[in-house]
C-alpha cells in the first residue's frame, strides 16, 4: 500500500526554522517526483515545492523566495523540506504527495497538483510569536 507519512511540523517563532520529513512506503522513491504542498483555513491548497524523480530538478511556489530547499534521499526513503525564515503566513498544514507517472517520466519538476496521486494527512506548522 502506498503511504506518505509527514513528521517535523510545529510551533516557531517569525524568523524561525523547521525541517519537516516525509517517510514514503509502498514504492521506490526513486520512480516518482515528490511534492510538498500546504493548505491554511479558509484558503485554497497551494504547491510549496516539487522535486523530480531524478532529483536533478526542482521547482518553489513564487512565495518561497528562496527560503525553502527540498531534496531526497531514496537511500532512507525521504523526502525533507528545510524552511528557514519563516513567516506567519507560512502557518498550514503541509502534506507531500506522489507524482503520477506523467511527472516520473519528466526530468523537470512541475507543481501540479492533478499530477499526484497519492497524499499524505500532513504536519502542522505554525508560525507565531
Known amino acids: 500500500q502506498v503511504q506518505l507519512v509527514e513528521s517535523g511540523g510545529g510551533l516557531v517563532q517569525p524568523g524561525g526554522s523547521l525541517r519537516l520529513s516525509c517517510v514514503i512506503s509502498?514504492?521506490?522513491?526513486?520512480?516518482?517526483?515528490i511534492g510538498w504542498f500546504r493548505q491554511a483555513p479558509g484558503k485554497e491548497r497551494e504547491g510549496v515545492a516539487c522535486i523530480s524523480s531524478n532529483g536533478r530538478s526542482t521547482i518553489y511556489g513564487e512565495f518561497v523566495d528562496g527560503r525553502f530547499t527540498i531534496s531526497r534521499d531514496n537511500a532512507k526513503n525521504t523526502v525533507f523540506l528545510q524552511m528557514t525564515s519563516l513567516l506567519p503566513d507560512d502557518t498550514a498544514i503541509y502534506c507531500c504527495a506522489r507524482g503520477d507517472f506523467v511527472a516520473a517520466n519528466r526530468e523537470y519538476a512541475r507543481l501540479s497538483g492533478s499530477e499526484f496521486d497519492s497524499w499524505g494527512q500532513g504536519t502542522q506548522v505554525t508560525v507565531s510569536s
Open positions: 509502498g514504492f521506490s522513491l526513486d520512480h516518482y517526483a
